[in-house]
C-alpha cells in the first residue's frame, strides 16, 4: 500500500507511475482500464499539473489509488 502526502502536480504522478509499475501494468493498461488516451495517463504521471480531475480519478481507480482530503491544520 503506498500512503504518501501529494503536495504536487509530480507526486501524484510519481504516485500512479510507482502503482503501475507495481502491478507490471503497460500505459495502454491503464488507458484502457480508465477510459482515457495513452497520452493522458503519460501526461500524468510526468506530473502536468494542467489534468482534469474525472479523468484522474478514473485513472487512480485503474492502478488501486484513491485521493482523501485532509484536515492540514
Avoid: Y
Avoid at 10 to 21: I, N, T, W
Avoid at 56 to 61: D, E, H, I, N
Amino acid at each position: 500500500m503506498i500512503t504518501a502526502p501529494v503536495k504536487t502536480a509530480e507526486d501524484l504522478g510519481s504516485a500512479v507511475r510507482q502503482a503501475r509499475r507495481a502491478q507490471g501494468l503497460r500505459l495502454e493498461d491503464v488507458a484502457l482500464a480508465a477510459g482515457v488516451g495513452i497520452r493522458f495517463v503519460s501526461e500524468l504521471e510526468r506530473g502536468k499539473p494542467s489534468v482534469r480531475l474525472s479523468q484522474t480519478l478514473s485513472v487512480l481507480a485503474a492502478v488501486g489509488l484513491r485521493i482523501s482530503v485532509e484536515d492540514a491544520r
